[in-house]
T-cell receptor, first 113, second 113 residues
Framework: SQQGEEDPQALSIQEGENATMNCSYK?????LQWYRQNSGRGLVHLILIRSNEREKHSGRLRVTLDTSKKSSSLLITASRAADTASYFC?????????????FGRGTQLTVWP | NAGVTQTPKFQVLKTGQSMTLQCAQD?????MYWYRQDPGMGLRLIYYSASEGTTDKGEVPNGYNVSRLNKREFSLRLESAAPSQTSVYFCASRTGASGEKLFFGSGTQLSVL
């Protein structure tokens, strides 16, 4: 079964607002990644956070990781219409030595102008 | 810079037909992956190849076979297509180490009638 589960499944906000998406996972991990997918396209890597990190920033993105709760959040600040996309978390299992990367079901973000 | 190239982009099959999805990367990556994406299910790992000469099953391998032809190419074969295999298929690659980001192809939309 899939490792990561995003919440909410869909999020609709106005431009300028912040968007927060959450990801929960089941097993111990080495790291957690967030990806973005525009409609009809492949996924694009956004940011990675390692299991020994608690928070990471990249531009308007802020990612947190709570390994005790097996959860992560992705915050997009000052959202823009161009941020409209699906967002996925993905995890590298700590127990896997072969590099398997599991994705969640994703959050569909819609940003209205 | 081509990155990850998938062919074909679209395909319609009849139940029972066979076909091979092709994937090639030009980034000298060791690891390659095949995912399928279905509405509401996110991305599910079909097969992966941690390095040239090795392949392993992912979450949903039934009905599929793979071949790591060389370091650049990783093909996915449907021997006898079924309607349940209607999906969007993505190939991805990365250097191979845990924690490295995935690079995705643009996907193959497959319909099995």
């Amino acid at each position: 079964s899939q490792q990561g589960e995003e919440d909410p499944q869909a999020l609709s906000i106005q431009e300028g607002e912040n968007a927060t998406m959450n990801c929960s996972y089941k097993t111990s991990i080495n790291n957690l990644q967030w990806y973005r997918q525009n409609s009809g396209r492949g996924l694009v890597h956004l940011i990675l956070i390692r299991s020994n990190e608690r928070e990471k920033h990249s531009g308007r993105l802020r990612v947190t990781l709570d390994t005790s709760k097996k959860s992560s959040s992705l915050l997009i600040t000052a959202s823009r219409a161009a941020d409209t996309a699906s967002y996925f978390c993905a995890t590298d299992d700590r127990g896997s030595t072969l590099g398997r990367l599991y994705f969640g079901r994703g959050t569909q973000l819609t940003v209205w102008p | 810079n081509a990155g990850v190239t998938q062919t074909p982009k679209f395909q319609v099959l009849k139940t029972g037909q066979s076909m091979t999805l092709q994937c090639a990367q030009d980034m000298n990556h060791n690891s390659m992956y095949w995912y399928r994406q279905d509405p509401g299910m996110g991305l599910r790992l079909i097969y992966y190849s941690a390095s040239e000469g090795t392949t392993d099953k992912g979450e949903v391998p039934n009905g599929y076979n793979v071949s790591r032809l060389n370091k650049r190419e990783f093909s996915l074969r449907l021997e006898s297509a079924a309607p349940s295999q209607t999906s969007v298929y993505f190939c991805a690659s990365r250097t191979g180490a845990s924690g490295e980001k995935l690079f995705f192809g643009s996907g193959t939309q497959l319909s099995v009638l």
